[in-house]
């Protein structure tokens, strides 16, 4: 408990422009090696850059979504250095006047491990500079050989700085998750961790409580949000026995190992200085208008933390289902579309973050791909609401909707599956039920109240799992009240 951990993020987000961020090759994903590969993300001599308006635009939206400062003229650097995926040896980036500036994100946090609840947090953002991507080494493509691909060289970045505002790896993960639905939410990127679109990485130090900030190192190229957990818990146990034991951290780059579960020291960690920032002297200085800001926010959606804030004022949700409805903009918009014509707010929030979803995730689907559309879900949920059908029939209903479609009156029809409301027709049946088990009758009356879910079963199952239920209790327990 002496130890404090103190963590920074730096993600690098792909924009979904179709071309690059200094000319109109395209951004595809997947085409084979280095045929994307054009004349000026390479820099061949006599080339010019020539800026995106689209990864601009992106950038502006991501400033208004997080209450950034949007600056009115902001300037292209040249960051220099030399990797075998960066061979013009520098990269088109920004540095002291970036697009974005200071802002912030609103997180709620669930505590990975204890009885800790779940609570929210303010991170606060650094900046958000434009950049060019760099290409990537391809380790393995020939036997003991690692080939570059150069398709990637170019495509546009936003790399979103955080300030050092987390002390945990659960703080950190859900920053990560906030801030990869918020760029997916507003569509400046696809947000695919598993093509390196969101990319993290994190920088870890450790300090004794009251003293002043530790030495830090910078985990790279983080795409899984178990790995970050993962990687930040081993960073911070090493750092803390590192210390303890008498040593020293050393500021560097380090990389995770999934297969070990560990870091590795990679090289050491790079300042500004050592980069030899200088203004690009190919791109002017980029001016936005207080006119295009206008234009860019008048288009914006409603955003998620505004969205989860009316879903609990407005159908007064929990904070759970609120948050897990806002996980994604497709999510939120299904939930919509479901209730639109319907009061059942509730009924269908459980039913979406509940069934809908663990379906989804045994299937390995996204929302967007839901066999089940939000009408038919709707359908089916106005039937549970008139008690037309009970639960267990629902799910019936739900699974036969799921694979092979339909509509939920007709299955309804089809299956049998509507449930017996007439009070006579269960009150006879309740009499037959108790008098063939007078001996159970007599236990439960003189204290077995345990005894009630005997005879519920067997109303049940003589109904074939049509009584209504909440019918069935209130008759049986004026019966057996008796």
């Known amino acids: 408990m002496t130890w404090e951990t103190v963590i920074g993020l730096e993600v690098h987000t792909q924009l979904s422009t179709c071309s690059k961020i200094f000319s109109g090759a395209s951004t595809a ?3 084979e090696p280095n045929t994307q590969a054009d ?44 990797y075998p ?3 013009k040896g520098y990269q088109i980036s920004q540095f002291d ?19 800790a609840k779940p609570y929210e947090k303010l991170v606060r953002i650094t900046r958000a500079h434009l950049e060019e991507d760099a290409g990537k080494s391809v380790h393995g493509a020939a036997q003991g050989m690692t080939g570059v691909d150069l398709n990637r060289a170019g495509t546009p970045l936003l790399e979103i700085v955080s300030e050092p505002d987390m002390c945990s790896a659960a703080e950190a993960v859900a920053y990560a998750k906030a801030l990869h639905t918020l760029v997916r939410w507003i569509g400046i990127s696809d947000g695919n961790m598993q093509e390196g679109s969101f990319r993290c990485d994190v920088n870890v130090s450790v300090r004794r409580k009251g003293e002043p900030l530790g030495t830090r190192r910078e985990i790279k190229n983080l795409n899984s949000f178990k790995f970050m957990q993962q990687a930040i818990d081993f960073e911070v146990q090493w750092q803390i026995d590192t210390i303890e034991s008498g040593g020293k951290v050393q500021q560097a780059t380090v990389l995770f190992n999934p297969d070990t579960g560990e870091t590795r020291a990679m090289r050491s960690k790079e300042d500004a200085h050592d980069y030899r920032y200088f203004p690009d002297p190919d791109l002017l ?41 806002t996980s994604s903009r497709e999510m939120a918009d299904y939930f919509d579309s479901c209730v639109s014509n319907l009061g059942m707010t509730k009924l269908a929030a459980n039913w979406i973050t509940g069934e809908v979803s663990a379906q989804l995730n045994r299937e390995g689907l996204e929302i967007a791909q839901c066999p089940v559309s939000p009408k038919q879900l709707g359908g089916m949920l106005a039937r549970i609401a008139d008690n037309t059908i009970s639960n267990s029939g629902a799910k019936e209903v739900f699974r036969t909707l799921w694979s092979e479609g339909g509509d939920a009156d007709a299955i309804i029809e089809a299956k049998g599956l509507k449930q017996v409301s007439d009070a006579g027709a269960i009150e006879a049946l309740v009499d037959e039920i108790l008098n063939a088990n007078a001996d159970k009758v007599a236990e439960y009356r003189s204290g077995k109240e345990k005894l009630f879910g005997f005879f519920v079963g067997l109303a049940m199952k003589a109904s074939k799992g049509k009584a209504n239920p909440a019918q069935l209790n209130d008759i049986l327990q004026k019966k057996l009240a008796v």
Do not use: C, W
């Open 285 to 325: 200085p980029l001016s936005i208008t207080p006119q295009m800001i206008d234009e860019i926010r008048s288009a914006m959606p409603e955003l998620p933390e505004a969205r989860r804030m009316r879903y609990m004022e407005q159908y007064a949700l929990t904070s759970y289902d609120a948050s897990m409805l």
């Open 29 to 31: 994903y997947g085409a």
């Open 39 to 82: 004349a000026v993300s390479i820099a061949l001599p006599g080339v010019l850059p020539v800026l995106n308006k689209g990864a601009v635009e992106r950038a502006i939206k991501f400033g208004l979504a997080t209450g950034a400062h949007i600056a009115p003229r902001s300037v292209f650097a040249r960051k220099n250095y030399f």
């Open 85 to 87: 995926d960066l061979p």
């Open 97 to 115: 006047l970036p697009v974005v500036g200071m802002g912030q994100l609103k997180i709620q946090v669930e505590p990975l491990s204890g009885n």
